[in-house]
């Protein structure tokens, strides 16, 4: 299997998330070193599955994307996880080994990341990303793919990880009160109709 190469998606990276950041790269470089620690390619099904520790409403949740984008692993297909810790560590999941790796960015690497400009003077006085200048922007990208590895993150060994076997519903129903298609695990009766989680609530 050929090496991950972050450098190869930051252009699409940077198109799907819409913005220009550091963050986003972060998680190229995260995704790409999960992958090759593990020695899997990227998802067009559910072959991986990340875990990511990431929690709501704080800074650099951007990193995501980059790992959405690298390793295939979509919030489409399911397999990847918030584990609402609310920290930036990965755990990738090869299904078919029933092996796992962790990385995480290194504290050191994120706390220059937050003493620049970047961060200081744009991000956090509530100026959105996509308003910061690229003059200001694009040197932190160009530090984050361009870093030595050993410098931006830490990678564990690989273990052991048991997964419960994946569940895909194909059954459906039509809720009798909204006619809202639903996935037939997430109906409900409600006096004698059978109805989407919403409609029960009402």
């Known amino acids: 299997m050929s ?12 198109k799907f998330h819409g913005h ?3 963050a986003m790269p972060l998680g190229l470089r995260t995704g790409a070193a999960a992958m090759n620690a593990l020695g ?13 520790d990431l929690g709501e409403d704080h800074c650099a949740t951007c990193y995501a994307d980059g790992l959405q984008v690298i390793m295939g ?9 918030k584990t609402h810790k609310g920290k930036w560590a990965v755990t990738l ?7 796992a790796v962790r990385v995480t960015p290194k504290a050191e690497a994120m706390l220059q990341n937050k003493q620049s400009d970047f961060f ?10 996509s308003k910061v200048p690229s003059e200001v922007v694009d040197p932190l ?10 410098m931006l993150l830490n990678i564990s060994n690989v273990y052991d990880y048991k997964l419960e076997p994946k569940k895909d519903s194909f059954n459906g129903f039509v809720c009798d009160e909204c ?17 989407c989680i919403d409609c029960a609530a009402k």
């Open 120 to 129: 200081k003077k744009y991000r956090e006085k509530g100026i959105p990303a």
């Open 179 to 195: 006619g809202e298609m639903t996935v037939e695990e997430y109906g409900r009766i409600k006096s004698g109709k059978h109805v």
């Open 93 to 99: 999941v090869d299904r078919e080994s029933g092996k």
């Open 141 to 150: 990208i160009v530090k984050v793919m361009s870093a030595p590895q050993e």
């Open 20 to 22: 220009k950041c550091p």
């Open 3 to 14: 090496t991950i190469n972050p450098q190869d998606w930051l252009e699409f990276g940077q």
């Open 40 to 52: 899997v390619e990227r998802a067009k099904d559910g072959q991986i599955l990340a875990f990511v």
């Open 73 to 81: 692993t979509t919030f489409g297909k399911g397999n990847i996880k």
